[in-house]
Nanobody, 127 residues
Framework: QVQLVESGGGLVQAGGSLRLSCAAS????????MSWFRRAPGEEREFVAA????????YYTDSVKGRFTISRDNAKNTVYLQMNSLKPEDTAVYYC????????????????????WGQGTQVTVSS
């Protein structure tokens, strides 16, 4: 399995920006479709954004469309989540997840699809 480590979380004011990174090791990242999930206090883990193996396809949950951008650099074995116009309701622990996939253009967004998870990084947005 691939090992994942998130970074880039922190405390930011509403309207601000953060960029999360997910560094992979142990396997070649280009074999994996990648996604970001988050879990707010007292809530279930929810899907945020997904990207296919080579980055040709992306998908977002409605609440972050137009504000968040998922991208990847397979040469650096890293996936990113650029978060702009942050809102207090974006406060959560953010997790990256990997699914080994045969299909180049496919993304995944169900919790049960994923083989590997990172430990999470806290994002706190103050009002």
């Amino acid at each position: 399995q691939v090992q994942l480590v998130e970074s880039g979380g922190g405390l930011v004011q509403a309207g601000g920006s953060l960029r999360l990174s997910c560094a992979a090791s142990g396997r070649t990242l280009s074999s994996y479709a990648m996604s970001w999930f988050r879990r707010a206090p007292g809530e279930e883990r929810e899907f945020v954004a997904a990207i296919s193996r080579l980055g040709s396809s992306t998908y977002y949950t409605d609440s972050v469309k137009g504000r968040f951008t998922i991208s990847r650099d397979n040469a650096k074995n890293t996936v990113y989540l650029q978060m702009n116009s942050l809102k207090p309701e974006d406060t959560a622990v953010y997790y990256c997840a990997a699914k080994q996939s045969y299909y180049i253009g496919t993304y995944y967004y169900s919790l049960a699809d994923f083989d590997s998870w990172g430990q999470g990084t806290q994002v706190t947005v103050s009002s």
